[in-house]
């Protein structure tokens, strides 16, 4: 037994250039339809999960703070269900570090699980290959599962039919893509978002009269994006990306009540880039639950398109590029 040294892990979040919106089944994360992200170099969130063998209840510090509600809730219902799959008992302090808004939209739900996924296997000994991982940090927080791997990762739905519906939903990385894609990120509100991305999807998939013709253009998307990363045309990659990030927004603002995560901001934001694309620029629009708007770049050109967006935005702007997946500090 490990006793009471800790485990650490980190990993980056990622941001899906066609999203997953909508689960098929709440209690597993199982989405409707496949999901394709690219797992960033910044914002990263470090993990430590530590076993107390004669504790009663956990302990979770975020941020250096002691976590309640909600946000305590996540963790604990993930360590029940690891404790669950290695047959163990034992209380654990998990502290987590983010260097990322919790939040608001910049996906810190996936970095963190696939950080507590990876320390926390570990910490109760566990031995997951990769794919196990992906399907484990999935139950944290659907995102989670693509954050497990780096560079761009596709997260596979299964079949609808599957005998197994858990094992058939996990991530795994593209290869064969040489796209060097950045990404530009306007931090325009970093608070905590009103509604969670879990309540706004469900809502969506329940009350929008667009989310069905939104489904069934994100499945045809899915295999038009992994041509174009194949074929690295940019074009092509930035086109689908903001046609399916908007798509995703206009299913919750058409839902019943509507959530509107786009702010005035957001619009100016995403009127910028396309002033900047008739002017040459090649650069596209993505968002996620929450009004902060992603810009998708060639890396050669992300200094230019993170000056323009600074000057029109007066926001605090970050380059992002491909990053790692999630891996244990101090080695194994
Ligand atoms: O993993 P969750 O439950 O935070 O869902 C995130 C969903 C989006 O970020 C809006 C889209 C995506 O695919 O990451």
């Not at 107390?52 to 993930?78: C, S, W, Y």
């Not at 796209?179 to 009103?194: I, R």
């Not at 090649?282 to 929450?290: F, K, N, Q």
């Amino acid at each position: 037994m490990r006793g009471s040294e800790p485990a650490e892990a980190v990993a980056h979040p990622n941001i899906a250039l066609v999203k997953y919106w909508g689960k098929r089944d709440d209690r597993l994360v199982i989405p409707y339809a496949d999901s394709l992200s690219m797992t960033l170099d910044v914002f990263p969130t470090t993990t430590q999960v530590r076993l107390q063998p004669h504790a009663t209840h956990d302990v979770v510090i975020m941020d250096g703070a002691l976590a309640r509600n909600n946000a305590r809730r996540r963790i604990v219902d993930f360590l029940d269900l690891v404790r669950e799959q290695a047959g163990r008992s034992e209380c654990a302090v998990v502290k987590t570090c983010n260097t990322v808004p919790v939040g608001a939209g910049l996906a810190s739900s996936a970095s963190g699980f696939a950080a507590l996924a990876l320390a926390s296997t570990a910490a109760y000994e566990l031995e997951y290959e990769p794919a196990a991982l992906s399907r484990l940090a999935r139950r944290g927080s659907g995102s989670a599962a693509r954050s497990v791997f780096g560079g761009f990762v596709r997260w596979h739905a299964g079949a609808p039919d599957a005998p197994d519906p858990d094992r058939a939903s996990f991530a795994e990385p593209l290869t064969g893509t040489q796209l060097d894609l950045a990404l530009v990120a306007v931090l325009l509100e970093t608070g905590h978002k009103s509604v969670s991305s879990r309540e706004a999807m469900s809502r969506s998939a329940r009350t929008s009269p667009l989310f069905p013709t939104w489904l069934a253009r994100t499945r045809a998307e899915i295999g038009e994006m992994c041509a174009a990363l194949d074929e690295g045309d940019l074009a092509t990659v930035g086109a689908i990306a903001e046609c399916n990030a908007l798509g995703m927004h206009r299913t919750m603002e058409t839902a019943v009540p509507p959530v509107r995560y786009r702010t005035r901001d957001s619009h100016r934001v995403l009127q910028q880039v396309r002033r900047m694309r008739r002017a040459g620029l090649r650069a596209w629009s993505t968002m996620d639950a929450g009004p902060n708007v992603k810009v998708l770049c060639a890396t050669g050109d992300a200094p230019l398109v993170a000056e323009e967006l600074k000057q029109a935005t007066r926001r605090r702007v970050v380059v992002a590029r491909g990053g790692p997946g999630a891996v244990l500090r101090g080695g194994s």
